[in-house]
């Protein structure tokens, strides 16, 4: 029996609106499903049956079954260096497009040689980078691939291309071993002790850290062996540099350079390749004991070119040209009959040299020191004495300035600085005392009255009988008449200073 509740409703037609014709009925059921059109002759359309297109599905599935899922694909093999895309980084890892059908992996490790953590942050989506199939894909997992070993490979081949074109780079120091120093290129290379610098260099220490020049002089590949030069490049460079030098360099050009190396007569400047001397005596414009004084290794300073010599390959230079002229304000601040109180400096043979404020010296005559013949500047004046000093020359355009203690010793004295010693008055009252008047003979001095009077009375001895002498005293006594007069004031006459009053002459001999 059936239930009615199961029944569909019976759904009545519409009725046509009234006045509507016969002929418009088919119109409103032209949505109805209809029955398919014949074919047209010639054509027959196959049916499948329920059985046959469950069979031909389950045979489908049988092949897809049987197939390899690489069939078709891009194989891997161990080694292989491809390009790959990155389609997602995560924390721990990078996945990429090996063009296979699984997606490749790099591990974070090997994403880099160093840091990869910071590394992983640098790598987005959508970059392509090189990396090297560690261990090829298979059926369940994709291929795991380094970055770090095919940027380890890149490095090769350029280090094989540098050697092959002999050419010049930089690297650093990051190690000293036995026998040489290791710097990175992208991996470890050794230069031999013999091969930095000039070869001759014991401290090799202190190169640890800095950047130098370098070329390969071997490799191994498969060894994984690269020996490098640092004196070779050098060579080359310094060659480049002072052929450039020696064409577009005159004399008066102002170059800068760096200190590369201090001795004691002056500083070896590096002009960007190729070493020029810079003489003690033209580091500035007052003299300078010690070249570490006013200069440090590294230090970069302008230069003035003073002369080349292309024969010898020598550079000359000059500090003091490219700094400041004190004279020019020496000129305007002094004149002759200026009186002031200066500072010894430096005590040379002829006379003691004073620094000026201005930062350039003037001279004092051994003559201008004291009132009295002295036979050296200690015997009055020690370095770091203070003294009153009148100018009693002054050319700027000569750069020379003289000074006299003498003239202005009646209103001034010697203070004394750090050394102790006995000071000086004015000398001017002693003036008046004998005073050698000439050269004689063996450097023996006497007034000419004395010594007429000493040779008269002798010979008048010499030809008395009568005073009972015998000859061997009068001979004795004409000896003793011959005898030069004593002063215990005067001392051994010195050359006059006034012709070595040139404050140029006193530091040449200095």
């Known amino acids: 029996m059936m239930n009615d509740d199961k029944i569909p409703p019976i759904e009545e037609p519409e009725q046509a609106p009234a006045g509507a014709s016969q002929s418009e009925a088919p119109a409103q059921q032209a949505d109805l499903p209809t029955q398919p059109e014949p074919a047209e002759s010639g054509e027959t359309i196959l049916q499948e049956t329920p059985e046959e297109g469950k069979a031909l599905f389950e045979e489908e599935m049988r092949k897809l079954e049987q197939q390899d899922p690489t069939e078709g694909a891009r194989r891997l093999s161990k080694g292989d260096t491809v390009e790959a895309r990155v389609v997602q980084v995560e924390a721990d890892r990078v996945f ?22 910071e590394a992983i942050k640098k790598v987005e989506v959508g970059d392509t980078i090189k990396v090297v199939v560690m261990k090829p894909e298979n059926a369940s997992e994709g291929a795991v691939v380094s970055k770090k070993m095919a940027d380890f490979e890149l ?94 360099v005159k004399p008066g050009a102002v170059l800068k350079g760096v200190v590369r190396r201090l001795t004691d007569y002056g500083a070896f400047v590096d002009l960007g390749g190729v070493d020029g001397l810079l003489h003690i005596s033209e580091l500035g414009w007052v003299r300078i004991n010690r070249p570490h004084d006013v200069l440090r290794e590294g230090q970069e300073i302008e230069v003035q070119v003073l002369r080349l010599d292309e024969s010898t390959n020598k550079i000359s230079l000059s500090r003091r040209a490219v700094l400041p002229d004190p004279w020019k304000l020496i000129k305007e601040n002094y004149h002759v009959g200026k009186r002031m109180t200066v500072t010894i400096e430096r005590n040379v043979p002829n006379g003691s040299f004073v620094k000026l404020p201005e930062g350039a010296e003037a001279f004092i005559p051994i003559s201008e020191l004291s009132a009295r013949r002295i036979k050296k500047p200690e015997d009055v004046v020690r370095v770091g004495d203070s003294v009153e000093v009148l100018v009693i020359d002054l050319r700027p355009e000569e750069r020379r300035m003289v000074l006299s203690v003498r003239h202005a010793a009646g209103e001034g004295t010697i203070q004394r600085g750090a050394s102790e010693g006995p000071s000086f008055d004015d000398d001017e009252r002693k003036r008046g005392k004998r005073r050698a008047s000439g050269r004689r003979g063996g450097g023996r001095h006497a007034d000419d009255d004395d010594l007429e009077e000493a040779i008269g009375g002798g010979r008048r001895a010499l030809g008395t009988g009568g005073s009972g002498a015998t000859i061997a005293e009068r001979l004795r006594g004409m000896k003793v008449s011959l005898r030069p007069v004593a002063d215990d004031d005067e001392e051994e006459a010195e050359p006059e200073a006034a012709g070595n009053e040139n404050p140029e002459e006193g530091a040449d001999e200095a």
Not at 96 to 117: C, F, I, Q, S, Y
């Open 96 to 117: 990429v497009d090996l063009g296979t059908k699984l997606e490749g992996v790099v591990p974070l490790e090997e994403l880099a040689r160093e840091n990869p953590e």
């Open 155 to 248: 490095v090769w081949d350029k280090i094989e291309r540098d050697f092959a074109e002999n050419k010049t780079f930089k690297a650093q120091v990051v190690d000293r071993v036995k026998g040489g120093l290791v710097v990175d290129i992208g991996v470890r290379g050794f230069v031999p002790g013999s091969h930095v610098g000039n070869g001759k260099i014991r401290n090799l220490e202190r190169f640890l850290g800095q950047s130098l020049d370098f070329k390969i002089i071997e490799i191994d590949r498969d060894r994984r062996k690269v020996v490098l030069s640092n004196r070779l490049a050098e060579e080359e460079l310094r060659s480049e540099a002072r052929k450039r030098i020696f064409e577009q």
